[in-house]
């Protein structure tokens, strides 16, 4: 049970610690002022003030956050998310997703290759991802039920089952992978969400209201507390 505990700790946190060090890095690469960099949520157990950033690390290994300047409410400083330009903006938002998808690729082609030796890892990593995608095609169409979605205690399930590293490896490159395609659909507050709010700036040629801005990401933040709570429920359903 504990080592089960631990596996899931150790993946959710490692997956969401490099997600969030892609929007870090990149961040940085444009000169930006990072207030926070935090791994979880909730109470904060670890601290460490940086020169200008405080890195954080929380007690449930659920997600995370890195805190521009200018993020939630534009300001004047150079420095400031919201006076970097348009492209600048997506590559900041489009580099965590990026980051889970190569790192889930990079394992599925050293776990298959060394299962199948390299010609064929790379041909099963094409078919994978390919699946990926087709699965979340099938989603938006209807072919896939919302029943048949799997959320956080699922996920936690299948992690806890695996056996062996190379088990353990490739799940995790699953799950990295997924989450990356995930977080990069265009769906408030998603990263893909942002992202498709920057495209409707761009054609508009000036920045939404903060409010409607605002508004878009709650209505969309509701949804998806919604729908995990549904996924979660199923998940329990079908474990006991």
Partial sequence: MIIGFLKIVFLLGFLIF???????????????????????????????????TSYELRLIPMGGFVNMLGEEEPVEDERAYNKKSIPQRACILLAGGIVNIIFGLIVCIIVASSILGFKHGIIFT??????????????????????QLVGIVGISDMVIETSGIMDFAYMMAVISVSLGVTNLLPFPPLDGGKIFLLIIEAIRRKPLKQDTEMGIQMLGFIFLIGLSI??????????F
């Fill in 18 to 52: 490099i997600h969030e060090l892609g929007h870090f890095l990149i961040a940085k690469l444009f000169k930006v002022k990072i207030k926070q960099f935090a791994i979880g949520f909730g109470p904060t157990i670890w601290k460490k003030q940086g020169k200008e």
């Fill in 126 to 147: 094409g078919e994978f991802l390919k699946a990926t995608f087709q699965g979340i095609a099938e989603l938006f169409t209807g072919r896939v039920k919302a029943e």
């Fill in 230 to 239: 549904f996924v979660t429920y199923n998940d329990v359903i079908k474990i």
